[in-house]
């Protein structure tokens, strides 16, 4: 397993809660859309085991071609310690990366594809609509629906509707006009449903899908394949 020591180059306050760290891109490390890594703060290594505690799954909120890896994680007045170290680093802190991967890569099977996420949820489709915005070939249309009740929109610049390339932004605040949003998206029988949030938001939404007739093979979800088995058996 390799692992990258990098800096975090910058900052940014995206809400009240929300920050990105953008980490410099370290020599020859590439990902694509949807990519989550493991992120490990100083010390997570320094014993004969890896501490967990100083160790999270994050997605990448960027693309390769924005130069830096971003990671973008709310941080509340009550957080662990994971979160509280986070909260102290600022430029020229270093930490680690390793284990990246996508499990929700853009399917360019001339579908239109729904985004559904709750919260934080958004970063890990940031990529994708920033890919889809780049090379739409072979997605028929993309859409967002977002479900957060802090009113405060993460991503407005990217998460903007664009009728003329075929991209909708949707932000909710309220569950029963989220899954309404749902119910009329699922009327598409052939389109592919990207879920992502807690386990609780994506056993509700599967069970909404599969309910309205969406076959498994068309929910995508951020997990590994034993796991999506798991959630979809
Ligand atoms: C594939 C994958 C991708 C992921 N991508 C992201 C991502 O891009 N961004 C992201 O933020 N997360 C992501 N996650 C989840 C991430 O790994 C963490 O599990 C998550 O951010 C919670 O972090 P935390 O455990 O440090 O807790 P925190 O975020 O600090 O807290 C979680 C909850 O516990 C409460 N809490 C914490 N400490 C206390 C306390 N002492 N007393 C009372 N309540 C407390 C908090 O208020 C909060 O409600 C991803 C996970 C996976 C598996």
Redesign the pocket.
Known sequence: MQIHWTKINRVIQETPE?RTYMLDCPDGFTWEEGS?THLGLEGFNAGEKPDKGLV??????TLPDEASIG??????????????M?EGLDAGSPVAIFKTHS?VPLKREGKNVYLLSAG??L??FRPLVREYMNRPDEVRSLYSLNIDSSKDHLFPGIFESAPKKGFTSKFVDDRDEYYQHVRNLAEDKDGLFYV?GSDAFLIENIALLRGLGIKAEQIML??REHMVQEFLG
């Open positions: 929300i989550h999270r799954h994050m997605s990448i909120s990671i973008t994680t709310r941080i509340r007045k009550q957080r662990s310690e994971f979160k509280d986070l499990n934080v949820g970063a890990t992502v951020d997990k």
